[in-house]
């Protein structure tokens, strides 16, 4: 059974009580209703229960059967909102959630089977859960639960929107898993008119509990017959009238019947006021006794690739996104060549090591001069120009991995998933795609252009260039509560690259050296431009430039920095639970 005991939750930062002492308990194998007006505490009653607010007082699961193996015993959350990946079919889910979840993999296949079964959707297993009904979308966040066994599921408008057909399906739907597989299910529901469907019904009014038995009690308790009348009732009176008499009553402990198929049978037994499951420890502060994910969980590296083959399966199953990114990766390359076609000529002159004679070219003839410097400009004006478009595209890799996905990421975290598996996946996969996109752009660019200089460096330093732009966005992902906030926010990195630089426009010092380290596009260039200080395009530029810059190794490092920062944001991020951006 689960119950609490003298539960108080408090709003942030304030001493605003949005639950006050509230205890509950919810019998075992029984189908329970939790109602209340709007801004009553349900929600955060559920997130209580969870583990996902901080409260004072206890809660405790108390288990009716000891042999029960340890996943069987713990708490299930089946949210309102989605639950799955929308390119995704219905048994990939389910297979997805197994395999995050369940570390045993030989029941894996009938596990599947029978949960399609028992959802209701073994005919739909092959189905896009984009074109899923609302009614199917339900089915399909139950079975994500029921994959991993939990004995108690808590339900969150599980019916709300949905047509009255519908409706009536999923309260079907969950009366039979009470019935045939003794599960407990909390659910929150708007539409009061079902409540006689239900076995006991918790009512919450104003942060506290007036309210706990079986419909008949709840109709005899607040003198209606109509259930629909239950907040009119609520608001006759002021709240302190109902606790008072709530605080006198004779408790109503519900009795659950063996499963004869008759909802609300044997459920009004009155006796005496029961024991407390549970005490208020001295610290006051909550202690969950079943947590939100089973004891035997796959292991790290287990769940870390299965995070990678769904990541990559998504990737190749979203065309529209995957046309973009092949788009960028070959097209901007191109882009970069078409800017240089008049210059090659002039760029394959100057690509030649050092020598005396050039210098002395270079200081003795001022027209040669001036072309040698011409076509500098040009090629450190292509660099910068790969520079900018890797790291377009690195914003392009990270703004929304994380933000796009987070109600989906916080529901698997309550089951059990990592979040420094999770944190891990989306480094690896981001950082593969961007460190390709940056290979790329350097080797096709360098070949075409005859840029001079060692290959190595230079398509070391385009990955890192856009590595460390994919893992910067990717923090601001993780730690902003949209995706659109992250999209936004990253566009403008990009787009103040290239005048923050100074490589373009000149910038008083002050402000350079105080922006300078946290310019991507600087570093990436001068790194790159660094890897042909042996050449004559190397002497022709500076010639008429010199200014400051660092070496191959010192860009590198810095770029390495921004990596590290990057990837601590998305560990924090994804560290910080962020639950209410998900609902």
Known sequence: MLSCSELSVRADGSDFVILDHINAHFPDRSLNALVGPSGCGKTTLIKAFLGLVDSEGEIAHREQNSSESPSDQRLGFVPQF?????????????????????????????????????????????????????????????????????????????????????????????????????????????NLGKLPDFDHITVLYQGRLVFQGDYDSLKDWFAIEDPLKLYHALAKKPLDEWLEQWTGRRAFTCEVPPSNGQPNASLRTCREPVEPTCSVSESAVSTVAVEGKPPHLPSAVSQLLTLLRRRYKLLMRDTGYLWLLLALTFGFPCIVVIFAIKGLPQIEGLALERSGSFIQQLQGDLRYRMEAAETATLVTGLVMFQVVLLTLMGANNGAREIAGERQIFEKERLKGLRSGMYTLSKLLFTGSIATLQGLWMALFVKVICQFPGAFLPQLGMMALCCVAMTFVCLGMSAVLSSAERASLLSIYLVGFQLPLSGVVLALPDAVVWLLRPFINAYWSWAGYFASMKDFQLYDAYRMGNVSWLPSEWGAATVLFLHIVVGAALVLYGCGKTRWDSAS
């Not at 399906?169 to 039979?176: D, E, F, N």
Request: aromatic share 2%; hydrophobic share 40%; net charge negative.
């Open 82 to 190: 989605s639950v799955a990946h929308a390119s995704l079919t219905v048994e990939e889910s389910l297979a997805y959630a197994f395999d995050l979840t369940v570390s045993d993999l030989s029941s894996k296949a009938d596990t599947l089977v029978s949960v399609l079964k028992l959802i209701g959707l073994d005919e739909h297993g092959e189905k896009r859960v984009s074109s899923l009904s609302g009614g199917q979308m339900r089915r399909l966040g139950l079975g994500l639960e029921l994959v991993s066994s939990p004995e108690c599921l808590i339900c969150d408008e599980v019916t709300s929107g949905l047509d009255p057909l519908s409706e009536d399906q999923i309260i079907a739907l969950l009366r039979s898993l009470v019935l045939e597989h003794e599960k407990t299910f909390i659910c929150t529901i708007h």
